[in-house]
């Protein structure tokens, strides 16, 4: 049982670290305070899942996609974050890009399977 944790462990923060690290590859610029709460909480993922690993608590991963939908809603609908036809597209696209890796990851530790339209 332990050594499954551990496995389970390693492994899931490889992973968050990986996702962390592909949002990383572009060049983000946070200067909105609604873009800055986005990319942190973003950044926080890989805390997460320690977090949840360690303590054998997977409900906060789900807190934490929670906030996480509730932060990117904020951005996203906001007129002064507007992503397409910016003159800061490829910085939000990003931000838009990896907020759906850090949310599929996310689904797929909770064991959902995540549908990509309604
Ligand atoms: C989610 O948001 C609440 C309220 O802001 C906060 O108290 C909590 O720590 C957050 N949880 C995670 C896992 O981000």
Redesign the pocket.
């Known amino acids: 049982m332990v050594m499954r944790s551990m496995l389970c462990f390693t492994k899931l923060v490889a992973q968050a670290l990986n996702v962390v690290n592909c949002a990383k590859k572009g060049t983000l610029v946070l200067e909105h305070k609604d873009e800055r709460d986005l990319g942190l909480?973003l950044l926080?993922f890989a805390e997460?899942v320690e977090e949840a690993c360690t303590n054998l608590l997977p409900n906060?991963v789900c807190?934490?996609l929670?906030?996480l939908s509730e932060i990117f809603s904020k951005f996203y609908s906001n007129p002064e974050c507007k992503v397409i036809g910016s003159d800061k597209e490829t910085s939000r696209l990003l931000l838009c890009e990896a907020t759906a890796m850090v949310m599929r990851k996310c689904f797929n530790l909770l064991g959902i399977t995540p549908i990509y339209k309604i």
């Open positions: 909480h926080q997460v906060v807190d934490y929670y906030n």
